[in-house]
């Protein structure tokens, strides 16, 4: 228990530092747009498929069960999708999204930053006076924050439309009805923003901390990718707590 407490200590400082070091490197010297469009297309565009299954099949579940379960209490179904569109807007939508990229691209982070470790590419960088940092972190956190935005906003919308059809098809809800913003009010956009641009920070600067840690040959990236998955889902939940609390006490 000592030993995982003093890793996750380890991690938090590593990340700290590089979160330090890639914003100096951004102020100092911004990438430019050939650097950070191919990862945005990275980020965003494969990632489409896996978003919308993902997401549309979230918001069918959710919705049939938050109805089924409504209907054993009440037999008024009319604030069902006022509630499910406030959830999704606060806490699904950013969460679920994060934790689906964090598996398709936090990983092929790592795996990238660690093989350039294990090749010594890194040090061919640092030879030809290129900082690792400005050429392969920067950029990454720029796309990242920049399509984790689009993603959700994205990912909510596939969520509700999916949720409405099974709504109307199952429960005979009329969209009118469903798509409902009686409960949803500015805070929720604000705080589901937040939590997307925390994700949209947090995740690249962890895989990227996890690539550059790693050691030997292919065995250590695979430890440096799983790594890198573990720590950032941690991030991802950790996160989604905090900053729900400080929202609901500030």
Known sequence: ??????????????????????????????????????????????????????????????????CMQTMK????????????IAVMIREFGPTI?????????GSGIAAEIGTMVVTEQIEALKVTNTDPIDYLVAPRLIAFVIMMVACTAYGSLVAIACGTVLALVRFDLPPATFLSLQLTDMSDFYQGLIKTLAYGVAIPIISAESGFRAFGGSEGVG????????????????????????????
């Open 97 to 105: 999204t994060a934790l689906m990229l964090v598996t398709r691209v």
């Open 223 to 250: 430890t440096a990718t799983t790594r890198a998955v573990v720590n950032s889902l941690f991030a991802v939940i950790f996160l989604d707590f905090l900053v729900g609390a400080l929202y609901r006490i500030f």
């Open 1 to 66: 228990m000592q030993r995982a407490f003093q890793g996750m200590l380890s991690v938090l400082a590593n990340s700290s530092t590089l979160l330090v070091h890639t914003v100096r490197s951004i102020l100092k010297s911004p990438p430019n747009k050939a650097m950070i469009i191919p990862y945005m297309f990275n980020i965003g565009n494969r990632s489409l498929l896996f978003l919308t299954v993902t997401l549309g099949f979230l918001g069918i579940i959710s919705v049939y069960q938050g």
């Open 73 to 84: 209490v009440l037999p008024d179904l009319s604030m069902a999708g006022a509630v499910f």
